[in-house]
């Protein structure tokens, strides 16, 4: 490394200067650290927490580690960069030479600050190697129908009238709606449509009752008419929620869920029912997870057409139970069920699977995020580069006075127009649009007219640490002017458009910000550097 740091001295200076070399060498040890133990430490058993595969017993611990370290070796290397500037001593530089002195100095923070997505990286990379990408679906698909063959509560279960139905005010037995943004064929209105299925009588909530109740509720033999199947304790009253919805509709995968599983009960399809129940547990045995039932013993609690009833001969945990081993007995507790299955784990470990083999939208807003703050933070040291020690912390406590300023006067408007907060908004807006604009400016004129620089050093603090954030002001801007003077249906168009693309518009706004930073250093403040102190 010194051989390398000597050559480097001799003919890259400024590489030598910024010590790019020995800090890449550390972060990246460090980096390639992280993603092996991200790697070597994930487990299945730790995907069968409430946590998902980046945030359980060793994340906290490395990103303590992560920040200590990183602000470690970020002020012995700030010790070192700031022994030697040449362009605060006027040494001859390439036009390039700042640009790349502050590229430098971003990557240099980025490989500081991505400790924590490098580990999430191996441990989700270990996660994909637990089940294909092919085989994922076919397994999820399993545990999201086996949930409607689960009776764990007769909560659940119970329903005092046919499942999709409710009574009017006049007691009959009414079909609910579906609540869509289509409008229905006899013109009634989606707002007619709740409207009218709030006033509906959808029964009791029977959360609140003990087992003892519904069973009392249940032997009154709630019959109707047109449904001579129903029974109130059934597997057919169940919700069919997707539990995959999030990774599911994100990613447009198609899989059957709960839905498919009623089908079936109605039809009295015996053999996909048993299929279905074989696979599950299979599943279980592959990944090691204990279930006190068999096949034919779960398909005897559970198949008993047409009404599938519900009591406590068949309820079943969804869940292993706490302490319980492959090598012991289970003994149901008072109340308990008599029975268990691994749902759950499996549920939570598979959502973990899919999540890392379909959704990216994570890492890429965590490395957006490290992109940002990097770029941020660079700024702040290039612009102590580019001026003085003295300047800088003059541009900051004008800049802590200016946020002070910016918050009495926004207390003055609001209570001027009652506590309104479109002239708020709109001042937010203005301030520090108007203030960039000035100060670019009064900079330009002192080029212009080659005057002396006196404390301009603060205003060029000030334009270079708030333009990362101009593109998105005037976006906000534009969003706030589209809300108070155009109804929804004229501004949903353009609204949804910059909510669905938002981790887009952020990049673009890092792209305008290498390529502004490229033309003040070219045009303003290498001109500015020629000109006199006083």
């Given at each position: 490394?010194?051989?390398?740091?000597?050559?480097?001295?001799?003919?890259?200076?400024?590489?030598?200067?910024?010590?790019?070399?020995?800090?890449?060498?550390?972060?990246?040890?460090?980096?390639?650290?992280?993603?092996?133990?991200?790697?070597?430490s994930?487990?299945?058993?730790?995907?069968?927490?409430?946590?998902?595969?980046?945030?359980?017993?060793?994340?906290?611990?490395?990103?303590?580690?992560?920040?200590?370290?990183?602000?470690?070796?970020?002020?012995?290397w700030?010790?070192?960069?700031?022994?030697?500037?040449?362009?605060?001593?006027?040494?001859?530089?390439?036009?390039t030479?700042?640009?790349?002195?502050?590229?430098?100095?971003?990557?240099?923070?980025?490989?500081?600050?991505?400790?924590?997505?490098?580990?999430?990286?191996?441990?989700?990379?270990?996660?994909?190697?637990?089940?294909?990408?092919?085989?994922?679906?076919?397994?999820?698909?399993?545990?999201?129908?086996?949930?409607?063959?689960?009776?764990?509560?007769k909560?659940?279960?119970?329903?005092?009238?046919?499942?999709?139905?409710?009574?009017?005010?006049?007691?009959?037995?009414?079909?609910?709606?579906?609540?869509?943004?289509?409008?229905?064929?006899?013109?009634?209105?989606?707002?007619e449509?709740?409207?009218?299925?709030?006033?509906?009588?959808?029964?009791?909530?029977?959360?609140?009752?003990?087992?003892?109740?519904?069973?009392?509720?249940?032997n009154?033999?709630?019959?109707?008419?047109?449904?001579?199947?129903?029974?109130?304790?059934?597997?057919?009253?169940?919700?069919?929620?997707?539990?995959?919805?999030?990774?599911?509709?994100?990613?447009?995968i198609?899989?059957?869920?709960?839905?498919?599983?009623?089908?079936?009960?109605?039809?009295?399809?015996?053999?996909?029912?048993?299929?279905?129940?074989?696979?599950?547990?299979?599943?279980?045995?592959?990944?090691?997870?204990?279930?006190?039932?068999?096949?034919?013993?779960?398909?005897?609690?559970?198949?008993?057409?047409?009404?599938?009833?519900v009591?406590?001969?068949?309820?079943?945990?969804?869940?292993?139970?706490?302490?319980?081993?492959?090598?012991?007995?289970?003994?149901?507790?008072?109340?308990?069920?008599?029975?268990?299955?691994?749902?759950?784990?499996?549920?939570?470990?598979?959502?973990?699977i899919?999540?890392?083999?379909?959704?990216?939208?994570?890492?890429n807003?965590?490395?957006?995020?490290?992109?940002?703050?990097?770029?941020?933070?660079?700024?702040?040291?290039?612009?102590?580069?580019c001026?003085?020690?003295?300047?800088?912390?003059?541009?900051?406590?004008?800049?802590?006075?200016?946020?002070?300023?910016?918050?009495?006067?926004?207390?003055?408007?609001?209570?001027?127009?009652?506590?309104?907060?479109?002239?708020?908004?709109?001042?937010?807006?203005?301030f520090?649009?108007?203030?960039?604009?000035?100060?670019?400016?009064?900079?330009?004129?002192?080029?212009?007219?080659a005057?002396?620089?006196?404390?301009?050093?603060?205003?060029?603090?000030?334009?270079?640490?708030?333009?990362?954030?101009?593109?998105?002001?005037?976006?906000?801007?534009?969003?706030?002017?589209?809300?108070?003077?155009?109804?929804?249906?004229?501004?949903?168009?353009?609204?949804?458009?910059?909510?669905?693309?938002?981790?887009?518009?952020?990049?673009?706004?890092?792209?305008?910000?290498?390529?502004?930073?490229?033309?003040?250093?070219?045009?303003?403040?290498?001109?500015?550097?020629?000109?006199?102190?006083?």
């Amino acid at each position: 490394m010194k051989k390398i740091q000597q050559y480097l001295l001799l003919h890259h200076p400024l590489v030598w200067n910024t010590k790019i070399v020995p800090i890449m060498a550390i972060t990246l040890a460090i980096n390639a650290l992280a993603f092996v133990v991200g790697y070597s430490s994930t487990t299945f058993e730790s995907l069968q927490g409430y946590y998902s595969y980046n945030n359980y017993s060793n994340y906290p611990l490395l990103l303590f580690f992560t920040v200590l370290s990183g602000l470690v070796i970020l002020v012995l290397w700030l010790v070192y960069y700031a022994r030697n500037n040449a362009f605060r001593e006027f040494y001859l530089k390439r036009s390039t030479a700042l640009y790349a002195e502050w590229l430098m100095i971003f990557v240099i923070l980025v490989s500081l600050i991505i400790t924590p997505l490098t580990y999430v990286q191996g441990a989700k990379m270990k996660v994909q190697t637990f089940v294909s990408k092919e085989k994922v679906l076919h397994d999820v698909e399993t545990i999201n129908m086996i949930a409607a063959l689960i009776p764990t509560d007769k909560n659940s279960f119970f329903s005092e009238f046919p499942k999709g139905y409710a009574k009017n005010k006049t007691g009959e037995l009414v079909k609910i709606k579906e609540v869509t943004t289509e409008v229905y064929e006899n013109e009634v209105t989606l707002e007619e449509v709740i409207i009218e299925n709030d006033s509906l009588d959808y029964g009791k909530n029977y959360y609140l009752y003990s087992n003892e109740q519904l069973d009392s509720l249940a032997n009154q033999k709630l019959t109707y008419k047109d449904f001579p199947h129903f029974a109130p304790l059934s597997l057919l009253n169940q919700e069919f929620d997707n539990q995959y919805y999030n990774q599911i509709s994100t990613n447009n995968i198609k899989i059957r869920d709960k839905k498919e599983v009623e089908k079936w009960l109605l039809n009295e399809n015996k053999e996909k029912i048993r299929q279905l129940i074989d696979d599950f547990l299979a599943l279980a045995k592959k990944h090691h997870l204990p279930a006190s039932l068999t096949t034919d013993q779960w398909l005897r609690l559970i198949y008993n057409p047409p009404t599938y009833p519900v009591s406590d001969f068949n309820l079943i945990l969804r869940s292993i139970p706490y302490g319980y081993n492959n090598n012991s007995r289970y003994y149901a507790q008072n109340g308990e069920p008599k029975y268990f299955v691994p749902y759950e784990e499996l549920r939570r470990a598979y959502e973990n699977i899919l999540s890392a083999h379909y959704e990216n939208e994570n890492s890429n807003i965590a490395l957006l995020v490290i992109v940002c703050i990097a770029g941020f933070v660079s700024l702040l040291v290039f612009s102590f580069r580019c001026t003085s020690g003295k300047t800088w912390l003059i541009a900051l406590v004008s800049a802590v006075l200016l946020w002070i300023i910016y918050g009495f006067i926004a207390v003055v408007i609001a209570l001027a127009h009652n506590g309104g907060d479109r002239a708020i908004k709109f001042f937010m807006l203005f301030f520090w649009i108007a203030l960039f604009v000035c100060e670019l400016i009064y900079l330009l004129s002192l080029n212009k007219n080659a005057a002396a620089k006196k404390y301009s050093g603060v205003v060029i603090n000030h334009i270079l640490w708030l333009l990362p954030f101009i593109p998105m002001i005037l976006l906000g801007g534009y969003v706030v002017w589209l809300n108070e003077y155009y109804g929804w249906e004229d501004r949903r168009i353009i609204t949804d458009w910059i909510e669905n693309n938002m981790l887009q518009i952020v990049w673009a706004d890092v792209a305008f910000t290498f390529v502004a930073v490229w033309l003040l250093l070219q045009f303003v403040i290498r001109r500015w550097k020629s000109l006199p102190e006083e």
